[in-house]
């Protein structure tokens, strides 16, 4: 079975600083993506990565960077938080080019003081 | 804009009864997918019908498709408490994976 797996579900954050969230996926993807998930919003997609070193904006990019330096772990960065980033942020996987299933971690409830 | 909008935005039926959730979309689509999310956790891939199917079944699921309206279904028969969940609609529209979800709809199957 896939896994993708979150580094924390539940973090609690000052506004101004720097938060990492992370995703790793242990079944060689291609792709990885960040969402972040509001009530009445639904998914909204922030960035996503189609291979290492590579990124590509999604809907909502602003005030977020991303990284991806190994194949399996995608990072998520909050340059300086606020507090309107207080969200639930899911990460994905998918295969490659034409799998289009998407494979999702746990979460990560955010919460930005 | 959004998307793969569901309706209803909520639903609530008794066990073994079945669900009927609809997701209506803007433009063209390669595939369609449908997720399950359990209350404070991931998502879940439930089924994929492509653009040029018509109908798709996985057990208790049944996916239908109209690309003339622009409208997609997901039917869970006889349901079960278990069942209890949001279920989203996810548009591909090609180009590295990329797909655009929508609200959701809240499924509260009571026992």
């Known amino acids: 079975d896939v896994k993708v797996t979150q580094s924390s579900r539940y973090l609690v954050k000052r506004t101004g600083e720097k938060v990492f969230l992370e995703c790793v996926q242990d079944m060689d993807h291609e792709n990885m993506f960040w969402y972040r998930q509001d009530p009445g919003l639904g998914l909204r997609l922030i960035y996503f990565?189609?291979?290492?070193?590579?990124?590509e904006k999604g809907d909502i990019p602003e005030g977020y960077s991303v990284s991806r330096e190994k194949k399996e772990r995608f990072s998520l960065i909050l340059e300086s938080a606020s507090t309107n980033q207080t969200s639930m942020y899911l990460c994905?996987?998918?295969?490659?080019?034409?799998?289009?299933?998407?494979?999702f971690g746990p979460g990560t409830r955010l919460l930005v003081l | 804009s959004q998307q793969g909008e569901e309706d209803p935005q909520a639903l609530s039926i008794q066990e073994g009864e079945n669900a009927t959730m609809n997701c209506s979309y803007k433009t063209s689509i390669n595939n369609l997918q449908w997720y399950r999310q359990n209350s404070g956790r991931g998502l879940v891939h439930l089924i994929l019908?492509?653009?040029?199917?018509r109908e798709k079944h996985s057990g208790r699921l049944r996916v239908t498709l109209d690309t003339s309206k622009k409208s997609s279904s997901l039917l869970i028969t006889a349901s079960r408490a278990a069942d209890t969940a949001s279920y989203f609609c996810?548009?591909?529209?090609?180009?590295?994976?990329?797909?655009?979800f929508g609200i959701g709809t809240k499924l509260q199957v009571i026992p």
């Open positions: 994905a996987s998918s295969l490659g080019r034409y799998q289009e299933t998407q494979y």
């Open positions: 996810a548009k591909n529209s090609g180009g590295y994976q990329k797909v655009t």
């Open positions: 990565s189609y291979d290492v070193k590579m990124k």
């Open positions: 019908i492509r653009s040029n199917e």
